[in-house]
Nanobody
Framework: QDQFVESGGGLVQPGGSLRLSCTAS????????MGWFRQRPGRQREVVAT?????RINYEVPGRFTISRDLAKNTLYLQMDSLKPEDTAVYYC??????????????WGQGTQVTVSS
């Protein structure tokens, strides 16, 4: 089972930026698609952005976040700019399985907490 370790979260003021990182126990270049997900307080986990092995990117949070990967470092990134209080959440990375409901995913990491507050 693949394991993912997220880092880079923290407390940031509205309008600020953070870059999250995710390392995996497996070679991410062999994974069809990777994604960033988040769980906001009182809500279900949701997709933030996905990146497949062809470089195709989809954003559920358009305009402010950028997903990327460095295969040499086996690391997935999420650059988050112009952060808003509603972006406060625990952020996770995981393999993205388009045909599988998020509730059926297994092997979530601990995530990294992002808190946007003045």
């Amino acid at each position: 089972q693949d394991q993912f370790v997220e880092s880079g979260g923290g407390l940031v003021q509205p309008g600020g930026s953070l870059r999250l990182s995710c390392t995996a126990s497996t070679d991410i270049s062999r994974i069809y698609a990777m994604g960033w997900f988040r769980q906001r307080p009182g809500r279900q986990r949701e997709v933030v952005a996905t990146l497949n092995d062809s470089g195709r990117i989809n954003y559920e949070v358009p305009g402010r976040f950028t997903i990327s990967r460095d295969l040499a470092k086996n690391t997935l990134y999420l650059q988050m700019d112009s952060l808003k209080p509603e972006d406060t959440a625990v952020y996770y990375c995981h393999e993205f399985l388009p045909l599988t409901p998020l509730g059926d995913y297994i092997g979530w990491g601990q995530g990294t907490q992002v808190t946007v507050s003045s």
